[in-house]
């Protein structure tokens, strides 16, 4: 497993932006899958965007149009910006990162089960 550090979430209200990134070491390659997720109370997590080995990128159908999520190798950061924030986008957003000796195909359906490295998570609240 690898450590992964999240930040930027924080309370907002309906229809504002937030941008969330997550650090993690120079040792996760391109062709390593990453990904955020989020768990709501109640709720099970789901992987709301990913970033496949092949550069692909793949959302969740709750969150497209409006979530964008990018990789800077340079940086070693994987960031979300999360536009026209709903009240049900309310979770802890998870950073995560797959198994690294593991290539995905293009258009790979990306579950939770897959990533094995996590972050603690930030929490993202909006309010209505």
């Known amino acids: 497993q690898v450590q992964l550090v999240e930040s930027g979430g924080g309370l907002v209200q309906a229809g504002e932006s937030l941008r969330l990134s997550c650090a993690f070491p120079?040792?996760?390659?391109?062709?390593?899958?990453m990904a955020w997720c989020r768990q709501a109370p109640g709720q099970e997590r789901e992987v709301v965007a990913a970033?496949?080995?092949?550069?692909?990128?793949s959302y969740a159908h709750s969150v497209k149009g409006r979530f964008t999520v990018s990789r800077d190798v340079a940086k070693n950061t994987l960031s979300l910006q999360m536009n026209s924030l709903k009240p049900e986008d309310t979770a802890m957003y998870y950073c995560?990162?797959?198994?690294?000796?593991?290539?995905?195909?293009?258009?790979?359906?990306?579950?939770?089960?897959?990533?094995?490295?996590w972050g603690r998570g930030t929490q993202v609240t909006v309010s209505s």
């Open positions: 995560a990162a797959a198994d690294p000796n593991t290539i995905y195909s293009t258009d790979y359906d990306f579950g939770v089960a897959d990533f094995v490295s």
């Open positions: 120079g040792s996760i390659s391109i062709t390593n899958a």
């Open positions: 970033s496949g080995s092949g550069g692909s990128i």
